[in-house]
Structure formats: structure tokens, C-alpha cells
């Protein structure tokens, strides 16, 4: 049974891409941003709404492909083919753009981006060793503030800052308490669902209304499984990871689903990725938030151990079954790291992974559904080995 209140979610980015003209026409200002890195605590201490705008759909492609390579990874060129065309009322609306050098396709299509809008691009540390990078990760985050600063005419206190940190975290909670609903077996929540609420945080506009329907959605799928009863299995217990997968693109989340399994969550940035660990409310704000943000387990940096070590965890921890990892065609970091992940989850978790390197378009469904069933049985026929 589905809960009701996942018509709120359903309509969010539509709703949203609606009232953005309006919150723009009461004077407020928008920054939009691309990547889990950027730390967006500074957007709202700047008194300005953050909108994500991270593209995963097909229809901009070719209006990129006029400037930009062919071959080049399509969150990339959708990304670019929306901004370029002028048809993400995101990013029209948007007063400036926050972005971070990841991998080498981005911070090129960056280049270029910034003759659009005014950009401030922060140059990410790709070695994952913290302490190392810490000084130089601190300058970026200031240079960012002062970025804002100027482009809105305020000051970011620290007090400020220290409250959106607050009110961030309680939300970073609350979306993972909607998530750990899905510990339950049959899970309660399919990872389109969840997905659409995650994924359709970086587009709401009212923080508090938002957090209000998590909220109103996490009591309804507790009522939910307090009367279902005993009720079927649904299958193996899949976690996704690997490049994010958002909403119009949740094909591979469809295909496991039409077959005899569950998603549980993503790892991914389209999952809890930026939602898993808090920004430490103790120490100095800034030093907080760089902390937080280099953190990030992405496979733009090297090594990268905390990815492992968090989907080692969510194995654990949701009992999960076997790892699908949706790659995007020309992501050189996440397509290599999958080698690495496959022996780490076969040695230390003995479960399985399936690699699935796929791009926007339809054109592979069929190819990845008999991938993706044969992965499936495995699975199945692994489970009844344990439970003779
Ligand atoms: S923190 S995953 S949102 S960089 S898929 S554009 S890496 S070639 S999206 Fe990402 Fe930030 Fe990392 Fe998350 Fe490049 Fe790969 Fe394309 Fe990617």
C-alpha cells in the first residue's frame, strides 16, 4: 500500500519549477548548484534560496551536443543542454551559480557555463586526506562566502550560519529516519519513492512546509506497517549506488523493481549520499562545513575508502542482499571504481554486484532488464542455498 502523502512528492519539482517565478517576483534571490560538495549552508545564511540543478534527463542532449562532445558523460551534457536552451526555469531564474571542480567533464562544462551567470567555482581537493587539504578546502569555502556576499549585498554571520547548520541537520535527520523505515522486511517504502522525496529536496522552496510532509509521511508509513500484518516477501534486498539517478531517470530503479526484488536505498548523491553524516554543530562554523564537505565519499577523489566503508555499513545495517551499481556512460571515476567495489563487497560482505553502465536514453532497457533478471536469480537461488 502506497501512502497517500506521496502525492506531495509526486507533484514537488513541477510545483516547484511553477513557484520559482513567483518567489522571484517577491524579491527573493536564487542560487542554484550542481554537486553534494557544494556547501549550501552558505546559500541560505546569504538569505537566498538553494535550488539543485543537477540534470538527468534526455531532452536537452542534443542542444549540448552542439557544443559539447558526443562522448561525454550525459549528466554532463544534460546539465549544460537545460542552461543552454533556456528551459530549466531553475536555472533561469537563478541570480548566481555555485559549482566545485569534480571531474575533468564538469569543470570544463563550467568553463563555458560561467559566460551564462555569475559562478563562483570551488576547487575541490581530489585527495580524500582531509587534514592535508584542510587549509586550502577552508580558503574555497570563505572565497564562496565571499562570493555571496557580494552578489546579494549582506553579510553571512556566524550566528547565522550556525542556525542553518541546525536547522539542515534536523533535516538531514529526519530524511534519514524516513529512510531507515526501509530496515523493515518487506520494505515499506519502494526507492522510487524514496528517491522522488530525496531527490526532490534540492527543489523545494519551502523548507518548512517540506519537512512537515517528511514528517507526515514517516507517521503514515509507520501506520502502514503497524496494520499490514504478515504480508509477502518481496525479494532480494537491493541497494543502488554509483552516479546519481534522478527522478525521470529512475529506469534501472524500475527494472529491479518489475522483477521479484526490492531497493532498499541509494548510496548514490540521488540517495544519502549528503544526508548520512551532520555538520558538527560544536566547532568553528566554517571549519564545520569544510569538514562536511570533504567528506563526501564521491569517486572524484582519491582514494576513496569512505565509500566502501558507508556501503559496508548500509550492507549491514539494511541487510542487504546484493549491490546494483548504475554507472553513466563516460564516468571514468565511478565506471573504474566499480572494479574495486565488486571485490571489496565479494571479500568482506560476500554478497554480489552488477555493474550497469547505461547513459539517459531508453534505447537499453531491454539489454539491462535480462542483466539485471539474471542478477536476480542468482540472488534468489543463493538465498534458498542458505536457507536449506
Ligand atoms: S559528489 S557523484 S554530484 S560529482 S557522473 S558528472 S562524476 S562524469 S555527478 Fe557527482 Fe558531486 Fe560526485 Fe555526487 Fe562527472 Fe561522473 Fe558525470 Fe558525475
Redesign the pocket.
Known amino acids: 500500500m502506497r501512502a497517500k502523502t506521496m502525492e506531495y512528492f509526486d507533484q514537488l519539482i513541477a510545483n516547484s519549477a511553477i513557484k520559482i517565478k513567483e518567489a522571484k517576483d517577491e524579491g527573493k534571490k536564487v542560487v542554484g548548484y550542481?554537486?553534494?560538495?557544494s556547501p549550501i549552508e552558505l546559500i541560505e545564511a546569504a538569505g537566498a534560496i538553494p535550488v539543485g540543478l543537477?540534470a538527468t534527463k534526455q531532452d536537452p542532449i542534443a542542444e549540448a551536443e552542439k557544443v559539447l562532445p558526443r562522448n561525454l558523460?550525459p549528466?554532463?551534457k544534460s546539465s549544460y543542454g537545460f542552461a543552454a536552451s533556456g528551459k530549466c526555469p531553475f536555472f533561469h531564474f537563478a541570480d548566481a551559480i555555485m559549482a566545485e571542480t569534480?571531474?575533468d567533464?564538469?569543470k570544463k562544462m563550467y568553463e563555458l557555463m560561467a559566460k551564462m551567470k555569475p559562478m563562483v567555482v570551488l576547487d575541490i581537493p581530489n585527495s580524500s586526506n582531509f587534514a592535508k587539504r584542510k587549509e586550502h578546502w577552508m580558503d574555497e569555502i570563505a572565497r564562496a562566502k565571499s562570493f555571496l556576499e557580494e552578489q546579494f549585498g549582506v553579510e553571512i554571520t556566524e550566528e547565522k550560519l550556525s542556525e542553518v547548520i541546525k536547522v539542515y541537520n534536523e533535516e538531514r535527520k529526519l530524511l534519514m529516519e524516513l529512510v531507515a523505515l526501509n530496515k523493515t522486511n518487506p520494505a515499506p517504502i519502494a526507492g522510487t519513492d524514496l528517491l522522488k522525496v530525496l531527490w526532490g529536496r534540492s527543489f523545494q522552496l519551502n523548507r518548512e512546509e517540506f519537512t512537515a510532509k517528511v514528517g507526515e509521511l514517516i507517521e503514515e508509513v509507520k501506520d502502514i506497517v503497524a496494520i499490514r500484518g504478515e504480508i509477502e516477501d518481496k525479494g532480494p534486498r537491493i541497494l543502488v549506488t554509483g552516479?546519481?539517478t534522478g527522478v525521470g531517470q529512475e529506469k534501472v530503479l524500475n527494472i529491479i523493481q518489475g522483477g521479484p526484488a526490492q531497493v532498499i536505498l541509494q548510496e548514490a548523491?540521488s540517495g544519502i549520499?549528503g544526508f548520512v553524516d551532520l555538520v558538527e554543530e560544536e566547532i568553528d562554523p566554517y571549519e564545520a562545513l569544510a569538514k562536511k564537505y570533504m567528506d563526501?565519499p564521491?569517486?572524484?577523489t582519491s582514494p576513496n575508502q569512505s565509500r566502501f566503508d558507508l556501503i559496508g555499513r548500509l550492507v549491514k545495517e539494511y541487510n542487504i542482499q546484493g549491490v546494483v551499481d548504475v554507472t553513466?556512460q563516460?564516468?571514468h571515476?565511478?565506471n573504474i571504481e566499480s572494479y574495486s567495489l565488486k571485490e571489496y563487497l565479494r571479500n568482506e560482505h560476500k554478497i554480489p554486484l552488477l555493474q550497469v553502465e547505461t547513459d539517459y536514453s531508453e534505447s537499453d532497457v531491454q539489454q539491462i532488464k535480462l542483466r539485471v533478471d539474471a542478477f536476480l536469480e542468482l540472488l534468489n537461488e543463493n538465498s534458498l542455498c542458505h536457507s536449506r
Open positions: 550542481y554537486c553534494v560538495f543537477c558523460c549528466l554532463i569534480t571531474c567533464g564538469k552516479t546519481p548523491c549520499k563526501i564521491c569517486s572524484c553513466l563516460a564516468c571515476t565511478y
